[in-house]
């Protein structure tokens, strides 16, 4: 099972990641995962929302230009060493990761780990084989 993930791409000006979020707030979508990760001229912005295609729609309204793609959002225990086990599953079954970052989400005692995977579908083979829980939304 996949996430849907939006990524927003961002001119680096001050303010612009302001505008995003205002987008968001006034069109009453929640943000459940964020990262951004920059350049000298520019930066993308990830997102996992609560209501992905009133996103999409706010964000092209209000100018900005996005994309969609897939990613496995993984919960993990949250205790040392939770996330270095997974990620030795990966290399073992030879899966690029991408990227990664974490969760807004709280449950007690879990973590969630966003991860874009070079093999979405042998990345998730390797999650059900290890008999790790997806979080299917948010």
């Not at 520019?42 to 994309?67: P, S, Y």
């Amino acid at each position: 099972m996949a996430i849907k993930q939006i990524s927003v791409f961002l001119e680096n000006n001050a303010g612009r990641l302001g505008e995003v979020t205002k987008v968001l707030a006034d069109a009453k979508i929640n943000i459940r995962a964020i990262s951004i990760a920059d350049t000298a001229d520019f930066g993308i912005l990830r997102l996992i929302v609560n209501k992905q295609d009133e996103a999409v729609q706010a964000l092209t309204a209000g100018g900005f230009t996005t994309r969609i793609s897939d990613v496995a959002a993984v919960e993990i225990d949250d205790v040392p060493g939770s996330l270095a086990q997974v990620m030795e599953y990966f290399r073992q079954a030879k899966v690029n990761i991408e990227y990664l970052y974490a969760s807004l989400e709280n449950k007690a005692e879990k973590a969630v780990i966003i991860f874009k995977l070079e093999n979405h579908e042998q990345g998730l083979k390797i999650v059900k084989e290890h008999g790790l829980s997806m979080v299917e939304s948010f």
